[in-house]
């Protein structure tokens, strides 16, 4: 196990040097300049020139990139050019409703997909099993700032049941704060169910046809029974794979809804990053997702043990 | 009236002039406390320095937090603010003396002084582009006594007290124990104090209770300055289909910058939401790359200019003609630098005539590129027309699409492109935009020409002679093309009704405003 443990330690660290090495090199890469984004329109060669030297942004790449791996090493992530805080706080800030909203959209897309799958699989070509499997397709092809708007008219504009934007007004409660997290966590839970009754329903279908199933039939056992305890449970590791891809995907790439829905979440702060090219928080929000994936990758992995006995590390 | 969309554009003079003086200050339907206004932005600011970028959603949110020595009224006249009267000007127009208001707070609670004044203007022209250009005219700018500061110049510079008074980019002065680069405290003498920025949630701004506001009667953003309610949050809302549905949703006081689309879905709304049209809010220009390149011979730039039809540009990009008016003069009729010089070869758009100007300019089909990016949709539309209109006149008109940050980028260097798309606000006073006309911008035009046009314009102290000289400036552009106005458009915002006492300007403002209980 600890050796299991070491190896994989070993594996995303250098995962993560990988990443590193990629996010700085493809940010610099892209055109376009920070300073002539900050200092606007009418900003000369010369104004550019003296703010980049201010930030460092004149020292040769090798230099940058060497500096950065330093403060990297402390632990800091650097400081934004435009938000004036560094990205480590710019990205805490942001963490309460990215996790928030990932958590709640993820609980909404399980709470539709496995149950919706399952019954799909039961009734393989039945009727129900069609407008499941439509549903998913349908799903699958609705983009999401479209759902987003439909709703925000529906629900925030018609019915004045939520509000149409924002994060809750300055000192707003816990409460309040997740009320504006309602309809942006349903389009992201409904539209990430697709995938969900996909996978529960193939899934469930491979198990339904094994021949501890018909066993288990011929013992009498009640189709609830065999469903939902013999069937599913052989059935999860796929399905919990793809929910926790779901959750690491939404972290970083729940962007167009946080944008639709005016969140202040990671997704907004990197879009508006890399639109003003913000390089430390570009680099640091890209490293810190990276790692977020990674880990819960792991943290996947190590669920497999918990959730199939033949498994183990 | 300008909420009323159906308004008669030709009627209007400028977005200056029609925006009518005077607001309803501190009426009864005042608030008594705890009263706040969420006002939707079209994006996160990219700072809250306000001298040192003249972004426009800087300069929204922070004219309420610091002041300007002078202001422009509701006609676009030059009036005091933090100044106590227009300043006493030398006989050869080189001295500049201004006297400064008593009792002016600082949101720190000191008075403000002169040195405050010394200071806050000599870093202006050390971050502002603006000031930068003001710099090259000032010799020095010495407090005579804690109420008095006066400016030197090399020469007599006409458009120094504009160049003060502008809100965006603004001559803003702070406290002097602040002044740092880059600004790390915001302490001005506004109406409003900054309390907190939370990136991407808001920027929130409360009222200061000691702010000492002018005796005369508002007007423009002169006068009397009273910050009735409480809280002012400007949140940013970067999806302009959101800002639309806040609006009508009731969630947001106002709504910047709303899509030319939603104009109907507005209106509509009758009760729910009032939409504000500001006219002639700006001006798109191209600008062509004098300095190397196809564009660079000016009888090909000329070429082109009877090539295009603007016309056709506006309606592509704005669609709905109630937002664009096509027309060749740079300021609208009515105003002080309205003039027609040169406008004959606005919106030509014949391709016979190009094509042999062309020839005879000795163009032999090299690529004409075209930099625009889709950050603003009608950039790229227009851009799109144009370079149909340069091919049927036999020009090899390529399109170059990229992000807006790289077009900034790009922009600067000379060997990347030929022709460029922007706009800009339109402004009271012909220096402050487009920076063309100003040295060293991209561009990059030079000639003895626009050298000579504009030092007479920019030396000669009576306005009233200040507009036929702008009109000589202007048949220079249209002879030597170092950019074109498209022609004018239109915003599109919208308030609350329960948000009483608004007044339309260029940069909108909620001093003088209250909310309905």
């Known amino acids: 196990m600890a050796r299991y443990l070491l190896a994989r330690l070993g594996g995303m660290l250098l995962v993560m040097s990988i990443v590193a090495v990629f996010v700085f090199v493809l940010t610099r890469a892209a055109p376009g300049d920070p300073i002539a984004v900050l200092l606007g329109d009418q900003a000369t060669a010369a104004d550019i020139a003296r703010v980049q030297k201010v930030y460092g942004l004149d020292r040769p790449l090798p230099v940058q990139f060497a500096l950065w791996l330093r403060e990297l090493a402390h632990g800091n992530l650097g400081e934004s050019i435009f938000l004036q805080r560094p990205v480590t706080q710019a990205l805490w800030e942001r963490a309460e409703p990215t996790t928030l909203l990932s958590l709640l959209a993820v609980a909404i897309a399980a709470g539709i997909g496995v149950p919706c799958g399952i019954v799909s699989a039961v009734y393989r070509g039945a009727w129900i099993d069609q407008a499941f499997t439509g549903f998913a397709m349908l799903g699958a092809s609705v983009p999401s700032f479209w759902f987003g708007l439909v709703l925000m008219q529906i629900f925030a504009v018609d019915l004045g ?41 193939a899934s469930m279908l491979d198990v339904l046809g094994e021949d ?6 011929a013992k009498g056992l009640g189709e609830p029974t065999i469903v939902l305890k013999h069937a599913l449970r052989n059935a999860l590791v796929p399905i919990v794979t793809v929910i926790g891809l779901t959750v690491a995907l939404m972290i970083g790439g729940a962007v167009v809804t946080e944008t639709v829905f005016g969140l202040p979440g990671v997704g907004n702060l990197v879009v508006s990053a890399v639109t003003r090219r913000d390089y430390p928080v570009i680099q640091g929000a890209l490293l810190v997702v990276a790692a977020i994936y990674v880990l819960i990758n792991f943290g996947i992995d190590l669920l497999y043990t918990a959730v199939d006995p033949r498994v183990k590390v | ?122 870093r202006w022209m050390d971050v502002s582009p603006r000031g930068k250009s003001v710099a090259a005219q000032v010799t020095d700018i010495a407090a005579k006594d804690p109420q008095n500061v006066e400016i030197s110049l090399k020469n007599a510079y006409a458009p120094l007290l504009s160049q003060l008074a502008m809100a965006s980019g603004m001559a803003a002065i702070m406290a002097k124990e602040t002044l740092a680069q880059p600004l790390r405290e915001y302490v001005g003498t506004g109406p409003y104090k900054f309390k907190e920025r939370k990136p991407d949630q808001y920027v929130l701004l409360t009222r200061f209770d000691g702010y000492a506001a002018r005796t005369e009667a508002a007007s423009g953003y002169g006068g009397k300055r009273v910050a009735v309610v409480d809280e002012l949050r400007f949140v940013p809302v970067p999806n302009a289909n959101t800002r639309v549905e806040g609006a009508l949703a009731g969630q947001f006081h106002y709504a910047d910058l709303l899509p030319i689309e939603a104009s109907a879905r507005l209106e509509k709304a009758v009760g729910k939401v009032v939409p504000i049209m500001t006219p002639s809010f700006g001006f798109p220009y191209l600008v062509f790359n004098t300095k190397e390149g196809s564009m660079a011979p000016v009888a090909v730039r000329r070429a082109v200019q009877t090539a295009i039809g603007e016309g056709e540009m506006l309606a592509a990009g704005f669609g709905d003609t109630r937002f664009f008016i096509a027309e060749g003069n740079h300021f609208p009729k009515g105003t002080p630098f309205y003039s027609a010089a040169g406008t004959a070869a606005y919106n030509e758009r014949d391709p016979k005539k190009a094509k042999t100007q062309a020839e005879q300019a000795g163009y032999k089909g090299e690529p004409v590129r075209i ?124 308030r609350s009704p329960a948000l009483q006492g608004y007044t339309p300007f260029t940069y909108p403002f909620f001093w003088n405003t209250s909310l309905k209980s």
Not at chain 1, 212 to 217: G, L, M, N, P
Not at chain 2, 380 to 393: D, H, P, S, T, V
């Open chain 1, 212 to 217: 501890y199933v018909r066993t288990a039939r």
């Open chain 2, 371 to 494: 930099l625009t990016s889709r950050q603003y949709d009608f950039h790229y539309n227009m851009a799109l027309i144009m370079a149909e209109q340069l091919k049927r006149a036999g020009f090899k008109a390529e399109l170059n699409v990229v992000e807006w940050a790289t077009l900034l980028q790009r922009r600067a260097d000379p060997k990347l492109w030929d022709i460029y798309i922007t706009h800009s606000g339109l402004f009271p006073e012909p220096m402050l935009s487009p920076p063309q006309l100003g040295d060293g911008a991209p561009g990059w035009w030079a000639s003895p020409a626009k050298q000579a046009a504009l030092a007479a314009l920019n030396q000669e102290p009576d306005p009233a002679k200040r507009g036929p000289l702008w009109a000589k400036v202007q048949q220079v552009v249209y002879d030597e093309v170092p950019y074109i106005q498209v022609g004018k458009f239109a915003s599109l915002s919208a």
């Open chain 1, 161 to 201: 049941w939520f509000p149409v934007s924002g994060y809750g007004e300055p000192g707003a409660s816990l409460a309040a704060r997740l009320h504006t997290l309602v309809l942006p966590a349903t389009v992201l839970g409904v539209l990430n169910s697709a995938l969900i009754i996909r996978f529960t329903r």
């Open chain 2, 1 to 122: 009236m300008t909420s009323d969309l159906r308004i008669d554009r030709r009627t209007v003079l400028s977005s200056m002039l029609a925006l009518g003086a005077g607001a309803s200050v501190g009426s009864a339907a005042a608030q008594s406390g705890g009263s706040a206004l969420n006002l939707a932005m079209v994006a996160e600011p990219p700072t809250l320095d306000i001298q040192s970028t003249p972004a426009d959603l800087v300069c929204i949110i922070m004219q309420h937090v610091y002041e300007p020595l002078f202001t422009f009224d509701a006609k676009a006249s030059l009036v005091p603010m933090l100044a106590e009267s227009m300043p006493k000007i030398s006989a050869d127009g080189k001295r500049y003396g201004i006297t400064l208001r008593k009792g002016v707070k600082l949101h720190s609670g000191r008075d403000l002084n002169a040195d405050d004044v010394v200071a806050s203007l000599k």
